[in-house]
């Protein structure tokens, strides 16, 4: 054993080491290379709100590999990295944080403010920059670019004031989701929906004629100050002879009129319910077509208004006891009924949305979404798995104008400005000292700050300079492949295919990788405030990065979201530690050798080469499919199944009679490569060890093996048949594994049998199979498995005679061991047939039964088998 190569893998010191050195080297700064083909991601940016969750490390860790596997087979990979400014998620946490030191953003002031955020901000860029470290990504750092930077803040200028200039912004009053704690707009995206326990209240509304009254259910009562009318369905018979009209509005003692409007649903309540055009989506639009008057009765701090008379300046919900409480008092309450509802809350801070009626600036997308339509029809961008076309066809197709002024200030402020002195609104990129109509100075800019989505839909030709014609964006845009979650496909993805095509009028990229989300183990969606995802640098101290990251990859199939579980990690560390100790095993047996094919390779070494063949086509095929799941169950398999289960022990046993391990060492430095995107950190640090070249892995190539090398020797399958069945039937007879075993062999294949003979030397190294017998016919009392080139056998005679087996003790256990089994069957089986355990238990305790007793039925024949081979 040479000196140095320690017993345990401690990745700690040799992680840290490693991306030092690579940093240094400036490995992922992609030097200009015409002969190559170019690779480019960009990362999407996580928020500045904190630290990276398992989900960030999966949706990187794909890129990661991605990157890797295309410098690998030869392209000049990039990999932008940066970060998002994120607006109202920022703004929120650095509110709570100086909430708890007692002060709010109004004691800081606008500038004291975000200097505050500011400061919050770079710290958390620190400390992602300090985590993508730890987990061995693959950016070029030199790059990296942050959502407000100056050049991505011009890029944002640009963006709006063509959009203006084009027409395409507006501002208009809507009704918006708008939050009274963040005090600003929000997107639908941006809301989360809770189901809670309210009250359904039933209103009486008298008629105006004194001639009885229409009873009226709501889920919000204080928003009955600002009703303009009630309605019902044009054909609800129940209420044909009130439409036209007028009832009293109770509390605020205003006639308001019956209307009938296609929308009410009539099995809603009593069907008639009251309008409310500035407090609701949908009575917006019925108060639009039967031109009502807009009342607005509750304010941007969810206050109510001048407008709500008595009622004005109390806070929203205690307003709504006292109306209920007064409705009560005069007799108006007809009944109170408990009643479930969907509430839609501010993802953010979680307060309650209040649907207000506000002017805000629009962006019309109908526009831009054709050309974006067209383009994945078209399939100039490709989506992986392809089912998610469907998803963003429908939302490109029904997409509705996206609001894009927030309330906020933090983030990319709206470049408007206006006169004060000839009222000019207009767009500017650079801030305008004069008015370009009347030269007047002092001009006043829009108060309000764009979503953050309006900077991160430009992020792929940003971050290389849009819109400057910089070098970069020339050499590295449109990129190739976009990793994302699919939870974003409308709020990021979409937007930037149509971002690309409207600016650049190229499409961002070529290719969508919309990966799975993690849950935990109970399924659910992990989340801060669930408190229910695992730290990952917490894993990454206990396992180290590279078990994380295989780890990962295990459980993440491209289809169906998947639960977590720390013991796929552990997987992944098992993995690393057979890495390494086969790689001492290897280290120990070398002598100098090169890593090389031999000019005279043996008939066992053919058949590793091959292997390794079909494993570097079958990963890459599979990577280039974007489906890194199976091409890392396929390299485990490869390297612990093929590789260290046969090839070094055919290494092992061929270097004691002089053989040289080079062709081990040819299939092993192949293999650091192919594991390299997964693994980086171990394999270079085996790179290292070996001195397997004067380069970084990363700057290596995928491994070709020779076209003459892929056909593998069937002799050598035979003889890991052969190998195999002696080692279960050891195992089933109990026979121990260093008692030698004669085997008796019927084949119609010389080739086969010659094979053995000719390599007994691995035979009994790998079986203690002391001879191979050719027979004419299976051997009595035996015990045999069938192969297509022949059978094997165990012929127990000789065993028995010789004392090394005792057939009656053999045949009592395996009848105890059957009798056992037999029982187990027969309980399994009275719990498949009984409905009340089908119908009861949980489908995953059902299809575990199921599975035991297909397991158990296999074993019982293979045993009768077994017995009948022993009489
Ligand atoms: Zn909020
Ligand atoms: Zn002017």
């Keep these: 054993m040479q000196a140095g190569f320690p017993k345990i893998y401690d990745p700690k010191g040799i992680e840290e080491r490693l991306y030092k050195a690579w940093a240094q080297e400036g490995l992922f700064t992609p030097k200009p290379d015409e002969e190559k083909e170019k690779f480019v991601i960009v990362i999407p940016p996580p928020n500045v709100t904190g630290k990276l969750t398992l989900g960030h490390v999966l949706d990187n860790e794909l890129q990661d590999i991605l990157v890797r596997f295309a410098s690998l087979q030869g392209n000049e990979a990039l990999w932008v990295p940066g970060e998002d400014h994120a607006g109202i998620a920022t703004q929120v946490v650095v509110e709570r944080k100086l909430a708890r030191e007692g002060k709010s953003k109004e004691d800081l002031g606008r500038e004291g403010f975000i200097k505050e955020v500011w400061r919050w901000a770079e710290e958390h860029r620190d400390i992602i920059r300090h985590q993508h470290e730890r987990l061995g990504f693959a950016a070029d750092w030199s790059r990296e670019r942050f959502t407000l930077d100056e050049g991505l803040s011009r890029a944002v200028r640009k963006a709006f004031v063509h959009l203006y200039d084009k027409g395409l912004i507006y501002r208009g009053l809507r009704i918006v989701n708008w939050c009274p704690r963040c005090h600003t707009a929000i997107s639908n995206e941006e809301t989360s929906y809770e189901e809670r326990q309210g009250s359904l209240w039933y209103i009486r509304y008298p008629l105006e004629d004194g001639s009885g009254h229409v009873t009226v259910a709501t889920t919000r009562p204080e928003t009955m100050l600002g009703d303009t009318a009630v309605a019902v369905h044009p054909s609800d018979e129940r209420y044909r002879h009130l439409v036209g009209k007028r009832v009293i509005l109770p509390l605020m003692n205003r006639e308001i009129p019956v209307i009938a409007d296609e929308q009410v649903q009539p099995d809603f309540g009593t069907g008639a319910v009251k309008v409310t055009p500035s407090h609701d989506a949908a009575d917006y639009e019925i108060g639009k077509r039967h031109d009502l008057a807009k009342v607005r009765v509750i304010n941007e701090a969810g206050v109510m208004t001048e407008e709500a008379g008595a009622y004005a300046g109390k806070d929203r919900y205690a307003a709504r006891k006292e109306i209920v409480r007064d409705l009560q008092s005069q007799g108006l309450l007809e009944k109170t009924e408990p009643y479930r509802l969907s509430v839609a809350v501010c993802e953010r801070c979680e307060t309650v949305i209040e649907p207000l009626l506000s002017e805000q600036w629009f962006l019309q997308m109908k526009p831009l979404a054709e050309p974006a339509i067209q383009a994945v029809q078209d399939g100039v961008i490709r989506f992986y798995p392809e089912r998610w076309k469907n998803l963003y066809f429908h939302w490109m197709r029904n997409i509705q104008d996206w609001c894009i002024s927030r309330q906020l200030w933090w983030g990319h402020r709206i470049p408007i400005y206006t006169c004060p002195k000839c009222g000019h609104v207009f767009a500017s990129v650079d801030e305008p000292s004069v008015c370009p109509r009347c030269a007047a100075s002092d001009l006043t800019q829009d108060p309000d700050v764009l979503d953050t989505w309006f900077s991160s839909w430009l992020w792929p030709f940003s971050v290389m300079g849009w819109p400057d014609e910089t070098e970069d ?25 149509m971002a690309g095509l409207e600016f650049t009028a190229k499409p961002p990229f070529d290719a969508v990788f919309f990966h799975v989300m993690i849950r935990d183990e109970r399924g659910r969606k992990m989340s801060k405030s669930l408190g229910n995802s695992p730290d990952p640098f917490e894993l990454i101290d206990r396992y180290g990065a590279d078990a994380l990251r295989f780890g990962l990859m295990l459980i993440t199939p491209r289809e169906q979201d998947v639960c977590y579980s720390e013991e796929r990690i552990k997987v992944g560390r098992n993995f690393v530690n057979k890495l390494w100790n086969s790689a001492r095993l290897l280290d120990s047996l070398r002598n100098g050798e090169e890593a090389e094919i031999p000019a005279d390779p043996t008939p066992t070494e053919r058949w590793m080469l091959a292997r390794l063949a079909k494993a570097a086509d079958e990963a890459a095929t599979l990577i280039k499919k974007h489906d890194l799941y199976n091409a890392a169950k396929y390299l485990y398999n ?19 009679s002089g053989r040289s391990v080079s062709c081990a060492l040819y299939c092993f430095r192949s293999s650091l490569a192919m594991l390299h995107p997964y693994m980086p950190f171990i394999t270079e640090e085996l790179w290292e060890r070996f001195s397997l070249a004067d380069h970084r892995l990363f700057s290596d190539r995928w491994p070709e093996v020779p076209s003459e090398f892929s056909q593998s020797p069937p002799s050598v399958d035979a003889m890991t048949d052969l190998i195999t069945a002696v080692r279960t039937m050891r195992a089933e007879l109990g026979v121990g594994k260093d008692t030698p075993v004669p085997v008796a062999v019927v084949t119609s294949d010389d080739e086969v049998l010659s094979a053995f003979e000719e390599n007994m030397l691995y035979l009994k190294g790998l079986a203690r199979i002391e001879s191979v017998a050719r027979v004419q016919e299976k051997p009595h009392p035996s015990t045999g498995s069938v192969f297509g080139w022949g059978a094997v056998y165990l012929p127990l005679a000789e065993l028995v005679s010789s004392g090394r087996l005792n057939l009656e003790a053999e045949r009592a256990r395996i009848s105890k061991e059957l009798a056992k ?33 297909e397991t158990f039925t296999a074993k019982i024949a293979r045993l009768r088998e077994l017995k009948e081979g022993l009489t």
């Design 821 to 853: 089994l037999e029982g187990e069957v027969k309980k399994i089986n009275s719990r498949l047939t009984d409905d009340g355990f089908l119908s009861n238990a949980p489908d995953e305790i059902v299809s575990g039964e199921r599975e035991r007793l």
């Design 473 to 497: 964006l020339k050499r590295y845009y449109p990129t190739a492949t976009l990793v994302s979650g699919w939870d974003i496909i409308y709020l990021w993805v979409a937007r930037m295919i």
């Design 638 to 656: 490869f390297y612990w199944h093929s590789f260290c289960d046969w090839g070094l022990e055919f290494a092992k046993i061929a270097k004691k």
